[in-house]
């Protein structure tokens, strides 16, 4: 893997523990980017993953020919180059300035695709809302675009502060238990507060794991493309689990089909 090139200063460090997010302008090179560009591209042409339920459509059923929100779980189980970015090298360095060094060494990761003009809005949402009720997390997620990501084609918008509450209540998008997707329940009470943030390619926003975000759908003539790396810290177990209710709710085609490869594999 590359040596990390860049690192935070204390006024990022405090920033970002005090609002929950930050805006770094570069995570690694215009090179690299083209190089993730056709891997990305790869991945999403051929559906990667599908059979095993890493790819679906988080914002709808897995029924459209055209997934409106496709994304993909884990694409280095897929493309095992991509741990050996310099995206990766840089993301680790700041996560274990900002986790400390009881950062777990491994890390999770996913990317998502808004498709030109039909890309669907990522809801107001919590990520632990997907998480093991059970535990809780200290983390932050690199959200960095292949694109230059605007208001209008889908960059990430954060409540500021809202890194500091718990897991709030949730719901399928648009209340069906067929879709992954989730959204924080009365969402319009918080979007009034939102601070979009708009990046450029091979730049990246940062947010802490309990942070409220949102992203519109892509207006716009091109693709959105974004590559997440999450980096945590040991999970401790709660005194009292989180009421998941949203989760026990869910009937997806992702999770039948997770199974089913499951099930084959074990045979």
């Not at 280095?76 to 996560?95: C, H, V």
């Not at 274990?96 to 950062?103: K, R, T």
């Not at 979007?191 to 949102?214: D, N, Q």
Request: glycine share 6%; proline share 8%.
């Amino acid at each position: 893997m590359p040596e990390p090139t860049i690192s935070l200063s204390r006024e990022q460090i405090h920033s970002f523990h005090e609002d929950g997010f930050l805006v770094l302008n570069a995570i690694t090179t215009q090179e690299e980017v083209e190089q993730l560009r056709e891997i990305y591209d790869r991945l999403f042409f051929e559906r990667t993953g599908w059979d095993q339920g890493s790819q679906f459509d988080l914002a709808g059923t897995d029924e459209d020919d055209q997934p409106r929100l496709p994304q993909l779980l884990g694409p280095s189980r897929f493309a095992p180059e991509l741990k050996d970015t310099l995206y990766l090298a840089n993301a680790r360095a700041i996560a274990l300035q900002l986790l400390g060094s009881d950062m777990l060494d491994r890390n999770g990761e996913h990317m998502i695709y808004k498709p030109p003009r039909i890309g669907a809005a990522t809801p107001w949402h919590q990520d632990q809302a997907y998480h093991n009720p059970e535990l809780a997390y200290k983390g932050v997620n690199f959200w960095m675009p292949l694109d230059d990501a605007t208001v209008e084609s889908g960059c990430l918008q954060f409540i500021p502060g809202s890194h500091k509450l718990d897991v709030l209540p949730h719901h399928s998008i648009n209340r069906d238990p067929r879709i992954h997707g989730l959204e924080v329940d009365n969402p319009e009470q918080y979007a009034e507060r939102a601070v979009p943030c708009p990046v450029a390619a091979g730049g990246a926003s940062l947010h802490a794991c309990y942070m409220l975000h949102y992203a519109e759908p892509n207006h716009t003539d091109v693709p959105r493309r974004a590559y997440t790396l999450t980096f945590r810290t040991p999970p401790q177990n709660r005194d009292k689990p989180v009421d998941a209710y949203w989760q026990k709710n869910k009937q997806t085609a992702r999770q039948t089909r997770a199974d089913a490869y499951q099930t084959r594999g074990s045979m």
